[in-house]
């Protein structure tokens, strides 16, 4: 599976757009970029997904590099119940399709 | 949103003891998987579970593990004789069989090994 490398923690305030990066600079063409949360120690949460088009959802916007190489995570207005872990993961589109986790970023939104 | 659900959320064993963690999937799911989390340490997959047999395990899903769909709705995961290091957080997770469908998990169980 294609590695990805995320900044181990961020801070954003309250109401302000949260933007995540990841390289993956790996990639291979029939690989997807998938976003997951983990807030405190629940479950991971699905956040948006996309393989080369910028995706966007209820939840947050996905912005990939031409490129594919690197992508961005948006989360438009953050409140404090986005303090969570995000995951990045680029996850193969065959197979049993199962999700490598790395350690991700620990955004804290500070109020 | 449909759910995954797990049970129990907390499991006290002793070590030796055999455990049995449980999972009811989304209902028109046919993937499954096991995952877990050592605290402060990353989730990791064990094992992904497909057409009633494993279609991959990890190196950490060694004999002491087996997983079982016994009836249409329950997946689960046992573990035959626990050590202290199988303490962690185990999530259950299910996906429908198109490609690209993405993960759902439970919310765990927490499992302590005394």
């Known amino acids: 599976d294609a590695k990805t490398t995320q900044p181990t923690s961020m801070d954003c305030a309250e109401g302000r757009a949260a933007n995540l990066p990841c390289n993956h600079s790996t990639i291979s063409g029939n690989e997807y970029v998938y976003w997951y949360r983990q807030i405190h120690s629940q479950g991971p949460q699905y956040i948006i997904h996309?393989?080369?088009n910028n995706e966007t959802n209820e939840m947050a916007s996905l912005i990939i590099t031409e490129d594919r190489k690197s992508s961005t995570l948006i989360l438009p207005h953050a409140t404090l119940r986005d303090t969570a872990v995000y995951y990045c993961i680029v996850r193969p589109n065959f197979g049993n399709e199962k999700l490598t986790f790395g350690t991700g970023t620990r955004l804290t939104i500070i109020p | 949103e449909p759910e995954v659900t797990q049970t129990p959320s907390h499991q006290v064993t002793q070590m030796g003891q055999e455990v049995i963690l449980r999972c009811v999937p989304i209902s028109n799911h046919l993937y499954f998987y096991w995952y877990r989390q050592i605290l402060g340490q990353k989730v990791e997959f064990l094992v992904s579970?497909?057409?009633?047999?494993?279609?991959?395990k990890s190196e950490i899903f060694d004999d002491q593990f087996s997983v079982e769909r016994p009836d249409g709705s329950n997946f689960t995961l046992k573990i035959r004789s626990t050590k202290l290091e199988d303490s962690a957080m185990y999530f259950c997770a299910s996906r429908g069989v198109s490609r690209g469908e993405k993960l759902f998990f439970g919310s765990g169980t927490q499992l302590s090994v005394l």
């Open positions: 579970f497909y057409n009633n047999e494993i279609s991959e």
């Open positions: 996309g393989l080369k």
